[in-house]
Antibody, heavy 119, light 107 residues
Framework: EVQLVESGGGLVQPGGSLRLSCAASGFTFSNYAMNWVRQAPGKGLEWVSAISGSGGSTFYADSVKGRFTISRDNSENTLYLQMNSLRVEETAVYYC????????????WGQGTLVTVSS | EIVMTQSPVTLSVSPGERVILSCRASQSVSSNLAWYQQKPGQPPRLLIYDASTRATGIPATFSGSGSGTEFTLTISSLQSEDFAVYYCQQYNNWPRTFGQGTKVEIK
């Protein structure tokens, strides 16, 4: 069974940094692209970033480009999201999601980790 | 960026009714469209991909159709467990984008 478990969320001040992790199991991690998707409280879904199976290719939403960095450790089956210069409006649940095929649809998703940006 | 627009925003229906949700893309996404279901406190679950292919374990009461810019998700007979928020998502272009969601609530 595929499992994705996020961690690293918490309270951070505006302008601060946080690193999220997503531990994967139940599949050959290095064979699949992975994604981060966030959801602000009571709002819809926003794709944040994606990384190829090898880690050699990455994509970012314009809203986070230059501030967030996606990476992965295939030896540890772990996905990361380094978030710098965080803004209040980036308070959200951050989900990691496996790409079902190539860079395409997301299946499954982890349970998410809450990031609160507040002073 | 491709903008995905879902309608209606909220749908009030009775159990057993047929439900049709719409999703429109601001430019063609071919058939590169997925639908997700999200219940309160849970992550989204993939229902449909490639516009009309049901994901593993999804009952036949769910069906998707469309291509280009117009898509629909049909629930043939709404069950109590189907009350949720539904999102469409395109994966034809970067950045990947979602619709704002349609909430299906009990009438």
């Amino acid at each position: 069974e595929v499992q994705l478990v996020e961690s690293g969320g918490g309270l951070v001040q505006p302008g601060g940094s946080l690193r999220l992790s997503c531990a994967a199991s139940g599949f050959t991690f290095s064979n699949y692209a992975m994604n981060w998707v966030r959801q602000a409280p009571g709002k819809g879904l926003e794709w944040v970033s994606a990384i190829s199976g090898s880690g050699g290719s990455t994509f970012y939403a314009d809203s986070v480009k230059g501030r967030f960095t996606i990476s992965r450790d295939n030896s540890e089956n772990t996905l990361y999201l380094q978030m710098n210069s965080l803004r209040v409006e980036e308070t959200a649940v951050y989900y990691c999601a496996k790409s079902k095929r190539e860079w395409q649809m997301f299946d499954p998703w982890g349970q998410g980790t809450l990031v609160t940006v507040s002073s | 960026e491709i903008v995905m627009t879902q309608s209606p925003v909220t749908l009030s229906v009775s159990p057993g009714e047929r439900v049709i949700l719409s999703c429109r893309a601001s430019q063609s996404v071919s058939s590169n469209l997925a639908w997700y279901q999200q219940k309160p406190g849970q992550p989204p679950r993939l229902l449909i991909y490639d516009a009309s292919t049901r994901a593993t374990g999804i009952p036949a009461t769910f069906s998707g159709s469309g291509s280009g810019t117009e898509f629909t998700l049909t629930i043939s007979s709404l069950q109590s467990e189907d009350f949720a928020v539904y999102y469409c998502q395109q994966y034809n272009n970067w950045p990947r984008t979602f619709g704002q969601g349609t909430k299906v609530e009990i009438k």
